[in-house]
């Protein structure tokens, strides 16, 4: 007996190993419970084979695999059952208790125990025990799939017409953690290909909001992104460039931080949605202290809403400039052609009734008239050559003694009796390095417009050459130039007085020209003042 014993022993032992190693070739789950079927049909008679899982989170058992009479089924068609911790149904006191069941008697033991109980026929149809009659099933095994030491699952076995022993059930039990051993491992592969995959996916995610990124660091629009509560989510270069504001100081903040009145302009914004077409709006705003003019297109996604906008502040600048122009031409041009066409006229019609001196006036007014539509010509001709670099400007040493005197020279005939010019020329000047000619008519035009604010008084121009510069400082005593003024005076067409009516005449150019005149030439031209004392105009020019 002992010898019998330990010769199946061995067979078992063997079989086992073979089990083993024929479910773990990587099958997937539904494999190797079919793979399980067909070795068990080899060495445990059976009609019927179920293979059921539990959930302890809902104390639910359900169908996993159904195999009936050489047919595989649907395991949905077995409705999940509710586990019975009193001990009712078959495969409920299999989970309680986690041991094995030998029932060799089905009918009866359904008919001692509560429970739900199904007939499956060979096609799949399912009737409920005792509605549809007793058990088809004469004997069945049940033993429990366990996982750590606790159940996890049922696997059930039954005959119709044979019957199953103690040694059966050994044998069963063997086979079933072999398979339970392998749909672990099936669904561990399953799972591990299933996060490398997501891994992947995660990896090539990443990778296109990588470039997408760099896309946004790369156009020259500004981006931005806010979410549904006005809390800036993105911000590119663009947008730091275009207004300022870096993106480490307004990520992750609302966009009021940055743009106080932002709530009032974001109602002026269309916002396109639903694949409308966004449609662009042009805003002032000021952004730390800098007057902009953005245009704005705007998206909605299921971030927030996307903003696009680029500066348009050149743009503005220059329409305004555009319309200065005209404005400011039109009022110049229109006084001396006035002049000269009222002085022609004259001349045409009322010669015989003029005298002498009354035609010499007539005459001397047509040639300052014309004078000044040349310069004003000029001045036009020359802003757009400064504009476009065409201007040509020499560079050699230059007397700045002797341009200063020719200049105040040139412009005495010019100034009233109630203004003066006073030159303070330091001694044994140093040549500066420069055009003189164009020097001469920066100094020109500052002494003009030194004269024509100072109305009366003086005018004084100093010049030496120290610390390596040459520098000449064109000062009055007029009304002087306010602070917030000092800089928009240098800008084409700017006029302190807008209006035209208390400033002296004149397109607006001169320092604009002046300017850019002595900035080509190397150097720099500024100004101070107060207002109700005067100002001073300082050109620097290195040394030859």
């Known amino acids: 007996m002992a010898e019998r014993e330990l010769q199946r022993e061995a067979q078992v032992t063997e079989l086992l190993l073979s089990v083993a190693r024929e479910l773990g070739e990587g099958l997937a789950p539904e494999?190797?419970?079919?793979?399980?079927?067909?070795?068990?049909?080899?060495?445990?008679?059976?009609?019927?084979?179920?293979?059921?899982?539990?959930?302890?989170?809902?104390?639910?058992?359900?169908?996993?695999?159904?195999?009936?009479?050489?047919?595989?089924?649907?395991?949905?068609?077995?409705?999940?059952l509710p586990l019975n911790r009193e001990g009712g149904g078959m495969q409920s006191r299999v989970?309680?208790?986690?041991?094995?069941?030998?029932?060799?008697?089905?009918?009866?033991?359904?008919?001692?125990?509560?429970?739900?109980?199904?007939?499956?026929?060979?096609?799949?149809?399912?009737?409920?025990?005792?509605?549809?009659?007793?058990?088809?099933?004469?004997?069945?095994?049940m033993v429990p799939v366990k996982h750590e030491g606790q159940v996890v699952g049922v696997v059930q076995l039954m005959s119709d017409r044979g019957d199953y022993r103690h040694e059966d059930v050994e044998l069963f039990e063997g086979l079933v953690a072999q398979m339970a051993a392998a749909v672990r491992n099936a669904r561990l592969q399953r799972e591990r290909g299933r996060l490398e995959v997501a891994e992947a996916a995660a990896r090539a995610v990443a990778s296109e909001r990588e470039q997408a990124a760099q896309v946004l660091e790369a156009v020259g629009d500004g981006i931005l992104l806010l979410d549904d509560d006005g809390v800036v989510r993105l911000w590119n270069r663009a947008a730091e460039l275009v207004t300022g504001v870096r993106a480490a100081d307004i990520r992750d903040r609302q966009m009021a931080d940055a743009i106080p009145d932002w709530s009032e302009i974001a109602t002026r914004i269309p916002?396109?949605?639903?694949?409308?077409?966004?449609?662009?709006?042009?805003?002032?705003?000021?952004?730390?202290?800098?007057?902009?003019?953005?245009?704005?297109?705007?998206?909605?996604?299921?971030?927030?809403?996307?903003?696009?906008?680029?500066?348009?502040?050149?743009?503005?600048?220059?329409?305004?400039?555009?319309?200065?122009?005209?404005?400011?031409?039109?009022?110049?041009?229109?006084?001396?052609?006035t002049a000269v066409y009222g002085a022609a006229t004259t001349l045409l019609h009322r010669e015989d009734e003029l005298t002498r001196?009354?035609?010499?006036?007539?005459?001397?007014?047509?040639?300052?008239?014309?004078?000044?539509?040349?310069?004003?010509?000029?001045?036009?001709?020359?802003?757009?050559?400064l504009d476009r670099g065409d201007l040509r400007i020499e560079r050699e040493p230059v007397d700045l003694a002797g341009v200063v005197k020719a200049t105040a020279d040139a412009l005495a005939p010019q100034v009233p009796d109630t203004v003066t010019i006073e030159l303070e020329l330091a001694p044994e000047l140093e040549p500066a390095a420069g055009d003189r000619d164009r020097l001469q008519q920066v100094l020109l035009n500052l002494l003009d417009n030194a004269v024509k604010y100072a109305a009366r008084g003086s005018v004084k121009v100093r010049a030496d050459t120290t610390n390596g510069a040459a520098r000449i400082d064109v000062s009055d005593d007029g009304p002087g130039i306010a602070l917030a003024e000092q800089e928009r005076i240098f800008e084409k067409f700017y006029r302190g007085d807008p209006e035209l009516v208390r400033a002296p005449s004149g397109t607006g150019l001169g320092l604009y020209i002046s300017r850019e005149l002595v900035r080509r030439m190397g150097g720099n031209l500024g100004v101070t003042s107060r207002p109700g004392a005067g100002a001073t105009f300082t050109v620097e020019l290195p040394l030859a």
């Not at 001196?357 to 050559?385: F, N, P, W, Y």
């Open 357 to 385: 001196d009354q035609h010499r006036q007539l005459l001397e007014m047509i040639a300052a008239e014309s004078r000044r539509l040349a310069q004003i010509t000029e001045e036009v001709l020359l802003t757009s050559q």
């Open 95 to 141: 989970i309680v208790s986690g041991d094995s069941y030998l029932f060799s008697n089905v009918a009866e033991e359904i008919r001692e125990h509560e429970g739900t109980y199904y007939n499956v026929d060979r096609e799949g149809g399912i009737k409920r025990i005792p509605d549809a009659g007793e058990a088809a099933t004469r004997a069945a095994m």
């Open 31 to 80: 494999r190797v419970y079919e793979r399980f079927q067909a070795l068990l049909s080899t060495v445990i008679q059976h009609d019927g084979l179920i293979v059921s899982s539990f959930d302890p989170h809902d104390d639910l058992i359900r169908c996993e695999y159904v195999w009936n009479e050489g047919n595989v089924m649907d395991p949905t068609t077995l409705p999940p």
């Open 271 to 337: 916002v396109a949605s639903g694949g409308t077409g966004p449609r662009s709006v042009t805003l002032p705003l000021q952004i730390g202290g800098r007057d902009l003019w953005l245009s704005f297109v705007a998206v909605r996604s299921a971030q927030g809403v996307v903003y696009a906008f680029r500066d348009l502040t050149s743009e503005q600048r220059l329409e305004h400039e555009k319309s200065d122009f005209v404005a400011t031409i039109s009022h110049e041009l229109r006084t001396p052609m």
